[in-house]
């Protein structure tokens, strides 16, 4: 089959840069130069103008950030808040179905299916239809609360709630990715530990918290891994429904930096900004892993 | 077994039918509403308490369609995807199938990093390159931010789906003489199939969603769908069945897609990182 066209020597003497080259070379150009864009704009002042060049300012823009800037600091915050609540919820939510859904019936197909459609519905379609949900005069979401006594409220325009509000409705949208996940882990597991455990006599919740859970901790701690990383720079939802409002009540700090680069076109210090996002994402990465390796 | 104990089984069954549907509704719901809301008349759409059983009405897709160059926006999101996805795909094949079969796992990790950053961290640069390259509004300016997406995704997922070419396949066809080109393209690749048309799928559906490049980057001739729901949003008195029956139009295409792909879904989802 050897052709033995000098192509196909080449390819045979050093195949992995032939095969790598294309792949790495445009992820390189596509990815690290707005990293190091974005490293180099960080200590400098620059609003986007042709008329005036980038000054190097030093660690200032950070300074701004950690001490100047009530903002900057709001959006942190509620940067912390809406991931912590948001996986919170579709962790336990998530684990819970999972353990439902772990028992044989007919249907399981149809079941996994409809857990797929919030995962890879278009965002801005969803953010739009929980926005009509949430519409305090004519949204059903208030005449569903108000059927078991609650309500009304003001979801997305009430700034005392606007961040569980949204919270939700990241939720509703990743529950099932947490379902999915620990029900692929629910089926890897030995059965050997529940034998001898039905055998010395245990109950039903002790081998949930006794074996069932430490044996599952990798599966869902991968998937929070995977979801605070995504809460921490969800954009779509939250930019739609509320952008960043009322005042100032949802705006995390990636909806902040967006406003800072590309509304107010200060890129120094959205630069900066950009920076301490993407080091928290890292270090609640790091952290996780570590936790997995069982380090902590 | 017993007549006694097969008719608690069957209760048992029929108590877990009934959770289900309890537990499956919430999930439908939003974009059940969503489809009925499509189907209402303005009227309808604001009346409170909501309105469960109406006639149902197509007026809003029409209008849908004629006030607004809906097939000129329904092309552009799909010039993009595909091409995103064509792109990813060429680039990224080969990429993954030497990762997997030479275990490059540094050049991975490598990308996986990318997967982390924001965004608007790679966004902000790309604008101001494009901003002075006056390639704002262009698709192939849309194509290369949505590659940002694409390419780390097919990398990272097919990366997953070579691992599980069996070894021993592609060494026969070594030993037969074949170039590492030529067991790529006539062994592993046939063999991998379902997984690359999965992860090309994925891929489409992710550009096809995607919100925050396209507001950006794209002007009003290549103003993709997401983007244009979301200008609708700002007219003075939203009008809500015109609102959800756009939304349904750009939701439905991505349904229909992922059902075909939903064993590899999880997958997709996590960058290869699970198998689900």
Known sequence: MSSGTGWSRFTDRHPVPVFTLPSVVVVAVLMVF????????SVHSWFASSLTSPEFVGLANFRRAFLDDE???NALWLTVYFTGLATLLQLVLGVALALLLNRPFRGKGVVRSIFLLPMVAT????????????NPTLGVMNYLVGLVGLGPYNWVSNAAIVVPALAVVDTWEWTPLITLITLAGLATLPLEPYESAVIDGASAAQMFWRITLPLLRPTIIVALL?????CLKT?????VMTQGGPGFASETLNVYTFQVGLFYFHIGYASSLLVILFALVLGV?????KVRRGSW | MSAASSWRQDRVNAWTYVLLVVLLIPFLFPLGWMFLSSLKTQVQNTAYPPVWIFTPTLGNYREVFQKNPFFTFTWNSMVVAAGSTGL???LGLPGAYAIARFKRTGIALAILTARMAPGIGYLIPWFILFTKAKMIDTYSALILTHLIVALPLVLWVMIGFFEDVPGDLIEAARIDGCSHWAAFLRVALPLAKPGIVATG??????SWNNFLFSLIIAGFKTRTLPIAVYSFLSYEEINWGGLTAAATIITLPVLVLALFVQKHIVRGLTFGALKG
């Open chain 1, 34 to 41: 707005p990293v190091l864009y974005t490293l180099y704009m």
């Open chain 2, 88 to 90: 990813a795909l060429l």
């Open chain 1, 226 to 230: 995977f979801r605070a990383i995504d």
């Open chain 1, 123 to 134: 965002p801005v379609a969803i953010a739009l239809v929980w926005m009509m949900m949430y």
């Open chain 1, 235 to 239: 954009f779509d939802i939250i930019y």
């Open chain 2, 201 to 206: 799928i994925l891929s489409f559906i992710f």
């Open chain 1, 285 to 289: 990465s790091l952290a996780l892993i």
């Open chain 1, 71 to 73: 903002r900057f600091r």
